[in-house]
């Protein structure tokens, strides 16, 4: 895959701020603008997918009420915390 240039702006504060990291990891500022660009897209991307795939599982009519949600988090860190909840709402049971 090849490269092309990209010129963007960035403020001083910003700017020297990549620049002193650069120094500490010794690597050019532009890699390491670049990697992180690349790993906002690729977050940015997962969190889409996420997204979808929620969408999708709640298109299905299937969901985990909020009183179950609620009574396995507030049993955290105590004596008696109990299981991840299970499904409790279908479409039959509504």
Do not use: C, H
Request: proline content about 5%; hydrophobic content about 40%; cysteine-free.
């Amino acid at each position: 895959m090849g490269t092309s240039p990209y010129s963007i702006r960035l403020d001083d504060a910003l700017r020297q701020s990549l620049e002193r990291e650069a120094e500490i990891e010794d690597r050019p500022p532009t890699q390491l603008a670049v990697r992180a660009i690349r790993a906002m897209l690729e977050a940015k991307a997962a969190k889409r997918s996420a997204i979808e795939a929620a969408l999708e599982q709640a298109d299905q009519g299937v969901f985990i009420s909020a009183e179950a949600m609620n009574e396995w988090i507030e049993s955290w860190d105590t004596e008696d915390e109990v299981s991840a909840p299970k499904v409790d709402i279908t479409p039959s049971s509504t």
